[in-house]
């Protein structure tokens, strides 16, 4: 069973698909998990995932059904990720926002909202020896780079990994909120910063990924115990047909590092589901690296794949749908929360001088102990554990780099001798020809195979 709920959302009709095809529809409802599709050149086909929203489905339907367990699960200290995911205009960034993040339509309120409301009536109604703080943090995928959207200034962060935080953002602004007013306000400055422009099927188009993260910590005033959750909410850029958009200059530009960044998203998706590969491409774009630990096992995952019903976008959609079939194949089991596991010898080491420097921060001036410390780290004495994580990290991605061009590598050579062995046919049955022709000049016939078995022995080692 996979750790992965995928659900899917038909958005109502625009007011430019009713125009086009005479208002025609693709999909065809059966129940609430299964529908029949019909693309253009396609047979009717029939899909079922774990939750299908009609047109007429309400945003809290969404939210009670994807978004409300994923939010317990953070409460109880297990990490969660929520995903929209489709073609631009399908509705992505209304089911996470709404109509816009300060809707005061109640019914029109998006995920994102709800997900805030949820977590704010879970402390009030908690115990009072239990201390719970939320932060925030808010940053987008821009044109590759990675936008800290509560200050600008940090306009390319990197990301890092640990053993106790997973997959996280290093130096993004964490808001600590105390009230859901004050997380919309926070919201909604974040959202202002989005970059946004206009695709041919959408005014009010996201031309970036957007990654909400929430960070839930509680911790007992009366007994010894705390607990951690993250829950990371993320907005994708939608996909385009740039051919059928005819998107040109810089919305070209961002339309390609979109469609490249989740053509990434798929490849991953399909080395976590052939099984057949060793190695998943996770470093191949700052979203699948980012999305690490959703679809790698260390998270409670929730996708909704957002679809316009529009038979005029059938074949967008049937993407959308197919995509949304090949992740509900993932089988990662739910790891639980990252642990300190067995400590290496530099962790051994490092707790030895841990503990001496303690010691002597008892007897001597603190800052005398610090300057003691760095003087240390400058003689290689001591390490400093943050950029041996900085050296591990740019190991382990240079790493990475050199498994996927090797892969890429060994496909060309691969097709390269494909084109050798049909050269190759030809050549024998020409050279076969020669030889029955008493006219043509035959020397050269004997080191023909000779050539192209070097050639062969060549290929064949790879
Ligand atoms: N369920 C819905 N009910 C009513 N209107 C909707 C619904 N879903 C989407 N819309 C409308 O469709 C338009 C496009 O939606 P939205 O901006 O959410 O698309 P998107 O998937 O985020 O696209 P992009 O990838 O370009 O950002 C908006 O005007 C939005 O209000
Ligand atoms: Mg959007």
Known sequence: MSNITVCVRFRPLSPKEKEADGGAICVQGLDSESFFFKAEKEEELAFCFDKVFYQDAEQADVFRYLAMPVVQDTLNGINGTIVTYGQTGAGKTYSMEGP????????????????????????KCSEETTKCTVKISMVEIYMEKVRDL?????????IKENRTQGIFLSGVTEVTILDPEEALRCLSRGISNRAVGETQ??????????????????????????????????DLAGSEKVEKSGAEGRNLDEAKTINKSL????NV????T?????????????????LQDALGGNSRTALLCC??????????????????????????PLRA????????PFQHRRSAYDGILEKLRKSLNPEDVMLLEELFIREGILFDPQSTEDLESALEDMISLSVSSMQETIEELNEALEKLSVKYDALAAELEAAKRSPTVHVVSAGEYPNFIGKIFGVFNRF
């Open 263 to 266: 053509s990434a998203l798929g």
């Open 307 to 332: 679809c316009s019903p529009s038979s005029s976008n059938a074949s967008e959609s049937l993407s959308t749908i197919r995509f949304g079939t090949r992740t509900k194949r993932i089988k990662a």
């Open 274 to 290: 052939t099984g057949k590969v060793n190695h998943i491409p996770y470093r191949d774009s700052k979203l699948t690296r980012i």
């Open 150 to 158: 509560f200050d600008l200034s940090k306009d390319n962060l990197q």
């Open 201 to 234: 099927m959408n005014m009010t188009s996201s031309r970036s990924h957007c990654v909400y993260t929430f960070l839930v910590q509680q911790e007992s005033l009366k007994d010894d115990w705390s607990r951690t959750g993250k829950l990371v909410l993320v």
């Open 337 to 344: 929360p990252a642990l300190p596991t067995q400590a290496t």
């Open 269 to 272: 998706i399909n080395a976590l």
């Open 100 to 123: 816009s993040i300060s809707e005061s339509d109640g019914q029109k309120k998006g995920l994102l909202p709800r997900v805030v409301d949820n977590l704010f009536e879970h402390i």
